[in-house]
């Protein structure tokens, strides 16, 4: 009962005693007074976080090139299409992409593998059941007896 009394009358006697109170309107308090700040070091703060949210975006978009330059890398290796997002972030941060140096270690040792799968021996290797060691030892007998037979041959 007391709290229908309270809410019928409550608002009433609050329009009664509206001069009697002062209070701030909401548009006096600034930014910097909820801060506890002068408005001149507000400005320098709100300045201060500007530039950091510019700098993180700038790392931000440097990690994303980064990680588009690493995919188009696989892509161009393993023959997938392309992806017109990865080119167009690697042109936003244009010629600052640097890779570090862990990735660019395992790109290079990529491309060895590569090169040593791709060779002669790198095939043999594939092969089950294939000692490349005795491969090598029988190709210098032969290149060997090779030599010793044109040496005795007359016509030559």
């Known amino acids: 009962m007391a709290f229908m009394v309270k809410h019928v ?4 006697l609050k329009n009664l005693t509206g001069g009697l109170t002062e209070e701030k309107p909401e548009a006096e308090k600034t930014d910097a007074a909820a801060h506890g700040m002068t408005p001149e070091e507000f400005e320098q703060y709100q300045q201060q976080l ?3 949210k510019k700098e993180r975006e700038a790392e931000f978009a440097q990690k994303k090139a980064e990680r588009a330059t690493i995919r188009t ?3 161009e290796k393993y023959r997938l299409p392309k992806n017109e997002n990865d080119e167009t972030q690697i042109q936003q941060a244009g010629d600052d992409i640097v890779l570090p140096t862990e ?19 790198g095939q043999l290797s594939n092969i089950q059941n294939v000692d490349i060691d005795q491969l090598k030892d029988k190709a ?9 037979q044109t040496e005795n041959c007359s016509l030559m």
Do not use: C, P, W, Y
Not at 9 to 12: C, L, R, Y
Not at 103 to 121: F, G, P, R, Y
């Open 9 to 12: 009358v409550g608002g009433q």
């Open 50 to 52: 500007e530039e950091e």
């Open 73 to 75: 890398h696989f892509r």
């Open 103 to 121: 990735l660019a270690k395992m790109i290079a040792e990529d491309n060895q593998e590569e090169t040593h799968k791709q060779s002669v021996l």
């Open 140 to 148: 210098q007998a032969t290149l060997e007896d090779l030599k010793k």
